[in-house]
């Protein structure tokens, strides 16, 4: 019995770090999804992502600017794949959320139109599913 709770609260753990971490990118995806703005931005540059330890990357950043629906100049950056190339005419559609800043307080928080992520709720929903399953599971064993 002492062997199978100890499993169990592992498992739990483990589901308690699935929901905090699907919670911290789950609110991200649910903040673009409830409150972004799309626009069009001007590809100011982008360059190859030096990986680890100057290892090669699969990823390049581009940087973009845009206006915001109050009027004002952003800039933006996000990842797109090394086999990504800029349109004719530089521009681009994003999403960006109003209001919100980056950590560094300058660059407001934006993404490539096309760049829906589901990922943070999909493991939020996880963990919580998991804590279901094991509390379920670990109640039926002790009748």
């Known amino acids: 019995m002492a062997d199978n709770s100890m499993v169990v609260l592992k498992i739990l753990g483990f589901c308690a770090i699935l929901t905090i971490f699907g919670l911290w990118k789950g609110c991200e995806d649910i903040s673009y999804m409830v409150s ?20 090669d990357s699969s990823m390049k950043h581009v940087l973009y600017k845009f206006t915001d629906k109050d009027g004002k100049e952003c800039t933006g950056y996000d990842r ?10 530089n521009k681009i559609e994003i999403a960006y ?22 990922g943070g709720i999909l493991i939020f929903f996880l963990g919580i599913g998991g804590f279901a399953a094991t509390i379920g599971l670990s109640y039926k064993s002790l009748k």
């Open 36 to 55: 972004s703005e799309s626009t069009t931005a001007q590809v100011k540059k982008f360059a190859k992502i030096t990986g680890r330890r100057n290892r």
């Open 97 to 118: 959320v109003p209001g919100k800043l980056r950590v560094d307080g300058h660059n407001t928080v934006s993404r490539l139109e096309n760049k829906a992520s589901y």
């Open 80 to 89: 797109v794949d090394l086999d990504w190339q800029a349109p004719a005419d």
